[in-house]
């Protein structure tokens, strides 16, 4: 007979700076039998696409605004993980994303490190409306699969709602990077 395996050894989830943590997410809905019944519409299809609407937006500001706190889940986003390289924030001087200029911009995508990838920015629409979208020399439109997508600077622009929509001086306006390698 073979010799029996090793013993184990006990695990660190530690990973250099990160650790790894499971977080649940969870939904309660209080409903009575009467709505249920006289609905018109499939009302469990419908709750199922608003709590993953829900769901995915909640996921959207925690991964962009977290601070670790009970109120994120104890999830660190983009905004507290990253070096300011990586985020385009309203710079002194500005007082919203209506006073930046293409170079203010253009600052932040020569900061971007080459690593490859697909980089985006990630945005609110608010923002590239009053930001980007004023300079149309600098955006492009392209339709991959009938999908019509916005392109700032030569990336695509990826529009998340949970972004600060109206940015003062200091505040943070847009990403820039691929998230496929976080």
Do not use: H
Request: proline share 8%; charged share 20%; aromatic share 10%.
């Amino acid at each position: 007979p073979p010799p029996p395996p090793p013993a184990g050894t006990s695990s660190d989830p530690t990973l250099g700076s990160f650790v790894i943590r499971a977080y649940k997410q969870w939904a309660s809905v209080t409903a009575t039998s009467e709505l249920e019944e006289d609905s018109a519409t499939d009302f469990a299809s419908r709750l199922v696409r608003d709590m993953t609407y829900q769901f995915n937006r909640a996921l959207d500001d925690c991964m962009f605004n977290g601070d670790g706190q009970s109120s994120y889940g104890g999830i660190v986003g983009l905004a507290e993980a990253l070096d300011d390289a990586a985020i385009n924030t309203c710079a002194s001087g500005n007082t919203s994303v209506l006073t930046t200029d293409a170079d203010d911009w253009r600052a932040t995508a020569a900061l971007k490190p080459e690593t490859g990838g697909s980089p985006r920015w990630y945005m609110n629409r608010k923002t590239f409306f009053e930001g980007p979208a004023r300079w149309p020399e600098l955006c492009d439109q392209v339709t991959v699969d009938g999908v019509i997508s916005r392109c700032f600077l030569g990336y695509p622009v990826v529009f998340c709602e949970p972004l600060e929509s109206e940015p003062t001086a200091g505040e943070i306006i847009a990403f820039l990077g691929d998230l496929q390698q976080c």
